[in-house]
């Protein structure tokens, strides 16, 4: 019988150089794989559109930021406009910076409250041309982008929270989309915040509708419910969003770990709790206080965080939110 021809097991890339010189080899295979002009033209756009927004988002690296989704419909003269003004406006108060898609409605208002120069704005062409805001016009912090899903990408990818303003289909796919990417771990947890005017029920409806058929039909985890708050009170929004990062700074996975970095180090009696109250999601051993890993050598600025290291099962990450929740609630 033949032998098989068994090609040499290639190292993973581990520098930026390394991962360069696998796009360019990629790429090169696209002439080989005959792929079609209209597929290397997608490629092509989507990698420009990628490679632009990290330049510019990497400008404010150290900024924490809101990312605001909302309809592009709502008058300025809405009670829900009008929130999102003063959560803009707050937010901008608190040290953050408010991301949007750029457009008229809930995403000007998000801006507006921001002002120019903490607001970045993330448009998309269409084919009835959604122009920018006039707080985005002109501004260096605008990207404009062919494809929604580069587009959203973004707006996860460079997000501390997500808050949520009444709106149509794309607000409800967004929202949809985030919880989606929490829910499986698919992103870094951050917190979602769906806003409603005082008396309004877009969300409480929303809320219903999750509630009695997807938990209530065992659709999803009941545990899932704690990855989203929703309020009709700015102040409330401001402090949900802020006070998820009271005490919880950010995680990571190094090797089979998820290490969990904190802005203050916890007392024994609450690692005691989180221990007792999560061993559910802990796959073998213990929720343990850790130093930086050399694997963590690439972000400096976080090297003096105390730490929290623990082998994550990986499925449950609304208790993980919910393990996040009494850390910051600790003394």
Request: aromatic share 10%; charged share 30%.
């Amino acid at each position: 019988m033949p032998v098989e021809n068994i090609q040499p097991r290639r190292e993973r890339p581990q520098t930026i150089e390394d991962f360069v010189r696998e796009i360019k080899e990629a790429a090169d295979k696209l002439i080989l794989d005959g792929a079609t002009r209209g597929d290397v033209k997608l490629l092509c756009t989507a990698f420009k559109e990628l490679r632009h927004c990290f330049k510019v988002f990497a400008r404010y690296k150290g900024i924490r930021k809101a990312t605001v989704f909302g309809s592009a419909r709502t008058k300025p003269d809405h009670a829900t406009y009008e929130l999102a003004v003063a959560f803009g406006r707050k937010m901008r108060e608190a040290g953050w910076m408010i991301v949007t898609g750029a457009g008229a409605g809930i995403m000007e208002a998000g801006h507006v409250g921001a002002g120019r120069d903490s607001s970045i704005g993330l448009n998309i062409l269409l084919p009835f041309e959604q122009t920018a805001n006039h707080v985005m016009t002109g501004n260096d912090k605008l990207m404009t982008m062919r494809y929604f899903f580069t587009r959203k990408l973004m707006f996860v990818k460079e997000t501390d929270a997500i808050v949520l303003f009444p709106g149509g289909f794309g607000t409800l796919d967004e929202g949809f989309e985030v919880l989606t990417l929490i829910q499986t771990g698919k992103s870094h947890l951050f917190p979602v915040v769906l806003v409603d005017q005082p008396g309004g029920t877009y969300w409480s409806r929303w809320a219903e509708f999750i509630e009695t058929e997807l938990k209530g039909n065992g659709l999803i985890s009941p545990p899932d419910s704690s990855l989203y708050r929703i309020t009709n009170s700015v102040d409330d929004a401001v402090t949900e969003v802020t006070g998820f990062y009271r005490v919880y700074h950010s995680m990571r996975y190094v090797r089979k770990d998820l290490v969990v970095r904190l802005n203050r180090p916890i007392s024994d009696a609450t690692l005691q709790r989180i221990n007792a109250e999560f061993k559910d999601i802990v796959w073998e051993g213990r929720i343990e206080r850790a130093d930086p890993d050399p694997q963590e050598a690439n972000e400096p600025d976080l090297l003096d965080l105390p730490r929290l290291r623990f082998r994550f099962d990986r499925h449950g990450h609304s208790r993980f939110r919910q393990m996040i929740d009494m850390i910051n609630k600790s003394d």
